[in-house]
């Protein structure tokens, strides 16, 4: 059962959240959830291949594609040959932030917490929207560019080579162990199936504008307005 304290705002029964002075840190899925789109659909788009690479990332994200590593790897095939330019494009002309994502970072920030951006998308994007919210760790993929063109294959980095649903996880406890914060000091925020597993792991966990699976999960859903409605919930 859960309750709904406003219209499209939804609590489980019988949660009582702590105040926000309670949490120490926040992460942050960035696709769909601080941001309006999908990084690697949008490149798609641009590049004439928008369809194809959109029905796959539905599919994961519906939890249909079990396997995100799989699901990435498919898609970026399609985009091999795609001029690096069009991630100059896609920054510039169709990524925008989500409604409330700079407020609720800026007042999370404002009371102590650390931020960590963790997403299946890519770094070229991530640093642009950690810079913009001030985050405080960040964890993604990097694609691999040569002579001015994707790939379509992702670069080894010190972590590992993708960034799916159990790095998430591995990236929220480990970012706790750095600043001495337990799991249930963290928050996570989501709204796709690979960010289960580090909304698991969270003192809370809250779905935005997120697929069925995830709202089912949370146990705070935004199914309507913006991430700073979070605030409402979590007293100073």
């Known amino acids: 059962m859960t309750s709904a304290p406003s219209p499209g705002l939804v609590v489980q029964a019988g949660l009582a959240l702590p105040p926000l002075s309670h949490y120490k840190l926040a992460a942050f ?5 601080l941001i ?21 990332t539905e599919a994961a994200m519906r939890g ?17 040959g795609v001029p690096a330019t069009v991630l100059d494009r896609v ?9 409330g994502a700079r407020e609720l970072c800026a007042a999370l920030k404002a009371a102590g917490l650390k931020l960590v951006l963790v997403s299946g998308g890519f770094t070229f994007f991530t640093r642009h929207v950690a810079a913009e919210l001030g985050m405080d760790y960040v964890r993604s993929n990097e694609l ?15 972590w590992g080579d993708i960034c799916d649903g159990e790095e998430k996880r591995r990236m929220l406890l480990q970012c706790c ?4 914060c337990t799991p249930a000091q963290a928050m996570a925020v989501g709204d796709g199936s690979n960010d289960l597993p580090m909304m698991g792991e969270a ?20 199914n309507e307005g913006g991430l ?6 979590l007293p100073a």
Do not use: W, Y
Not at 91 to 99: D, V
């Open 203 to 222: 003192g809370l966990s809250v779905a935005f504008h997120a697929k069925p699976k995830v709202r089912a999960a949370a146990m705070v859903a935004i």
């Open 177 to 180: 162990a750095a600043i001495g």
């Open 64 to 80: 249909e594609i079990t396997d995100f590593r799989d699901s990435l790897r498919r898609r970026l095939a399609l985009l091999a």
């Open 228 to 233: 700073d409605r979070l605030l409402t919930l």
């Open 29 to 33: 899925d960035m696709d769909s959830t």
């Open 91 to 99: 920054l510039a002309e169709r990524l925008t932030f989500n409604p």
């Open 144 to 158: 691999e560019i040569v002579d001015g063109a994707l790939t379509g294959r992702i670069v080894m980095q010190d």
């Open 36 to 56: 309006s789109i999908e990084c690697i659909d949008e490149i798609a788009a641009l590049a004439g291949k928008g369809e194809a690479v959109a029905a796959i």
